[in-house]
């Protein structure tokens, strides 16, 4: 055969074995896939055997996965998948697939890929499935694979830049947070993890989603780093109405902070995964940051804006001293932004805070409400970036509340007012630093939750020259009617130099603080 001839042959021979088939895999068969199911008659995951499910969290934290068994562990992919097993609350188990060159195939589960306590290796079938993945990815200089995304429980994602460790989750979607209804958790029951590239620093999974009310298709293009961004594009189709549809949910644990005071007996400055709600209102170009609290009651707050820049729970206090927790290290638990693409319209960004006497528990969601809620036979279709990193993840450029405090407006400190409240917030970064300590800021405070008798007895600004931020001191009474929300803000010139600090002051703020 000739030269030429032969290279022709095996260059066609390398296309025929490395080209994507003639129907590659893609978003539309998902659509289709979940399209179908919410037609059909919801059909719950089958559940796994009981005596995983009552396993306790040490006993199932005691199954191990042998990251040697990772997906793609042998091949050139920067990236590795590494399985989760059920069991606790991973209730049913998830179909894996994975996607190449040469097409569709299943993940299937291999018992041997775990190390099981010995009282439980001889009753774990062999063919019980996975309850979710990990991806990992060289976070670092190095070669060493650092875990980064985890999908895993229901609609769960969670995700760290580098740096981090896992804090807070995201969710494919939240149905009823809050309300009396109660809330409902459709779960990822499908996913298609298609395969990098040798030297791709991207990853396409594909999840199906399932539920009672909804069936959804998701695509998730993931780019692990500094900050790690998840692009979403999704759509969803309605088997019930609903009520408060959440979109691009976020979930994390606020115990306490220096806003609410310690609880008796806590020895640690703060505990919490984040300290507060960040929202950019794009219409109005206004960053509004509200700080968290773990309420007496159930608390639902519901935040207008006119076009949706982007929200998310943020974890500002990152130095070791404020938290003293050399286990838990919450100084490096991540924040995550959601920006929609494009800006999102005609609904309202929601902040549900649920009591907690625990760290355990997750007691704080945050979403995005369209107008309307959701009908029976409804179609959406939505689009946004999904970021997970340090506190400036948001890319937010005004100076910023670090610290807000409250105490009794009736003693050395505070002032000398009956039934009143100290509130105290320092701000710093953006245009702040560039300040002269007696640049003439002035403040701008307001309620703005209609609280019949609330009122706002003194407000000034102070440069802080030991801490390098701007204070603003605040002697507030809170009235009668509703929960009063007050708003501050700094100013030079009529210019805004900050966002807008907004606080609900809750009867569990001012009780806490009572105590203390």
């Not at 009823?176 to 999974?205: A, K, M, Q």
Request: charged share 25%; glycine share 12%; hydrophobic share 35%.
């Amino acid at each position: 055969m000739h030269s030429g001839t032969r290279l022709l042959a095996l260059l066609m021979l390398s296309c025929f074995l490395y080209t994507v088939p003639a129907h590659a895999f893609v978003f539309g068969d998902v659509v289709e896939k979940a399209r179908a199911l919410a037609a059909g008659k919801y059909e719950p995951p089958p559940e796994v055997p009981g005596f995983l499910r009552d396993l306790g969290y040490r006993d199932y934290q005691a199954i191990r996965f042998n990251p040697e068994a990772s997906l793609w562990k042998e091949g050139l992919s920067l990236f590795r998948v590494m399985m989760v097993p059920p069991g606790n609350f991973y209730t049913h188990t998830v179909k894996l697939n994975e996607i190449d060159a040469t097409g569709v195939r299943s993940i299937p589960f291999d018992k041997t890929a775990y190390s099981f306590p010995d009282e439980l290796a001889k009753r774990v079938p062999a063919d019980l499935g996975h309850a979710g993945f990990k991806l990992t990815y060289p976070l670092g200089e190095g070669t060493e694979q650092n875990q980064f995304l985890v999908f895993a429980g229901a609609s769960y994602l969670r995700g760290v830049g580098a740096g981090n460790r896992f804090g807070l989750s995201a969710r494919g979607i939240a149905l009823n947070t809050g309300l009396p209804v109660g809330e409902e958790f459709p779960s990822f029951i499908e996913f298609w993890l298609e395969r990098p590239g040798g030297s791709s620093d991207r990853i396409r999974v594909y999840g199906l989603l399932n539920g009672p009310s909804v069936a959804g298709a998701y695509r998730f293009d993931i780019q692990p780093g500094e900050i790690t961004r998840v692009n979403v594009s999704a759509e969803l189709f309605f088997r019930n109405d609903i009520e408060q549809p959440g979109l691009a949910p976020l979930t994390s644990m606020f115990f306490y902070g220096e806003n609410t005071g310690q609880p008796p007996g806590e020895w640690r400055p703060q505990v919490h995964d984040s300290d507060g709600l960040l929202i950019h209102d794009a219409g109005r170009d206004e960053w509004l940051w509200r700080p968290l609290v773990n309420p007496d009651r159930l608390k639902l707050s519901y935040l207008q804006v006119d076009r949706l820049g982007g929200f998310g729970l943020m974890q500002r206090d990152t130095a070791f001293h404020q938290f003293e927790d050399a286990g838990a290290r919450y100084d490096l638990r991540p924040s995550a932004w959601v920006s929609p693409r494009p800006g999102w319209s005609g609904g309202e960004v929601v902040l549900v805070e649920i009591p907690t006497k625990s760290e355990t528990n997750d007691n704080i969601v945050a979403f995005w409400k369209p107008k309307g809620g959701a009908s029976e036979g409804d179609h959406r279709k939505l689009d946004y970036t999904l970021s997970f990193g340090g506190k400036d993840v948001a890319g937010q450029n005004t100076g910023r509340a670090v610290k807000t405090f409250v105490g009794d407006g009736n003693r050395p400190g505070g002032g000398n007012v009956e039934n009143s409240y100290r509130i105290v917030v320092d701000f710093a970064g953006g245009p702040l630093d560039d300040l002269e300590p007696d640049a003439p800021v002035v403040s701008k405070v307001s309620e703005g939750g209609g609280s019949e008798g609330a009122e706002i007895i003194e407000h000034y600004v102070e440069f802080v020259e030991a801490d390098n931020n701007w204070r603003l001191s605040m002697l507030v009474r809170p009235g009668s009617g509703p929960e009063p929300v007050f708003r501050g803000q700094l100013l030079l010139d009529d210019e805004p130099l900050t966002e807008v600090w907004s606080y609900s002051l809750s009867e569990a703020a001012r009780n806490r603080q009572g105590e203390s």
